[in-house]
């Protein structure tokens, strides 16, 4: 599967983002999907993740209450929908699939990754 990442851009703290990530190719609907970003000089983070049915949703703490993962199968997309943002949130938000339905915090479990999408928040 090929993941294709949109959505991001600057903007102001308190603001709100949505990241989309396109699949293509088939299966889009049996594959578990993860939210990852990093910023300079940092480790890349787990930021959110929904199982293939959308019945389960994951998130790091620090974006709990602020951001939602969501995803539309007939679309072949996953969304993450950031509300207000601050500038700590500021990094590469990348796509992520992954077949198997555990370790959803870990990179290295995933299969497939997109290219990323740039997300800056000013304060």
């Known amino acids: 599967v090929q993941l294709q990442a949109s959505g991001g851009g600057l903007v102001q703290a308190g603001g709100s983002l949505r990241l989309s990530c396109a699949a293509s190719g088939r299966a889009f609907s049996s594959f578990n999907m993860g939210w990852f970003r990093q910023s300079p000089g940092k480790e890349r983070e787990f930021v959110a993740a929904i199982n293939w049915s959308g019945g389960s949703t994951y998130y790091t703490d620090s974006v709990k209450g602020r951001f939602t993962i969501s995803r539309d199968n007939f679309k072949n997309t996953v969304y993450l929908q950031m509300n207000s943002l601050k500038p700590e949130d500021t990094a590469v938000y990348s796509c992520?699939?992954?077949?198997?339905?555990?370790?959803?915090?870990?990179?290295?479990?995933?299969?497939?990754w997109g290219q990323g999408t740039l997300v800056t928040v000013s304060s």
């Open positions: 992520a699939a992954k077949r198997s339905a555990s370790d959803y915090t870990r990179a290295r479990e995933y299969n497939y």
